[in-house]
């Protein structure tokens, strides 16, 4: 009897679960909340940090070796059942090349990947909102959401 009642109660029970099983986890910003309007929305903040960072690179980033630095991708991890950021990391690659007397082309190529100094539990929709309060080339100064730090401040220690 105990067993029959465990069957037909308890495995449904388990079953039921299941979807949010699966639901569980992280997934980059650009399909949070859907698709349609989380790509549309994370793609306009990173045009805009990215015209920020092309704005400030030839005084700042771009001096040196690697003049040439390029913003790659923005992608942050977003806990799916609450909306929170867990990490954002800001990529940029660059090079230096130079001719060599016997005509080969040395190219020493670069790659950086720059963590964003976001406090713990900041909501997707706060972070969105903060670089959208301003005009799209400001939005690198802008301190991030529970932080004294911007996206600017971050990249002066990782470039």
Not at 61 to 66: D, L, Q, R, T
Not at 114 to 141: F, K, N, Y
Request: glycine share 8%; proline share 5%; hydrophobic share 40%.
């Amino acid at each position: 009897m105990m067993r029959s009642l465990l069957l037909m109660f308890g495995l449904p029970l388990c079953l039921a679960s299941l979807p949010l099983l699966a639901s569980d986890g992280y997934v980059d910003a650009r399909l949070y909340p859907d698709q349609a309007s989380g790509w549309q929305r994370f793609g306009d903040v990173e045009r805009a940090l990215v015209a920020g960072f092309d704005d400030v690179c030839g005084d700042t980033f771009c001096e040196g070796e690697y003049y040439n630095l390029q913003a790659m991708r923005l992608r942050c991890s977003v806990e799916r059942a609450t909306g929170h950021v867990a990490h954002c990391i800001w990529t940029f690659a660059g090079s230096n090349t130079s001719v060599k007397g016997d005509g080969r082309i040395d190219a020493d190529l670069r790659s950086y990947a720059c963590p964003l100094s976001l406090a713990a539990g900041t909501p997707l929709e706060t972070l969105l909102q903060a670089w959208e309060a301003v005009p799209a080339r400001d939005s690198i100064d802008v301190p991030l959401p529970g932080t004294s730090r911007s996206v600017y401040d971050g990249l002066t220690e990782c470039l």
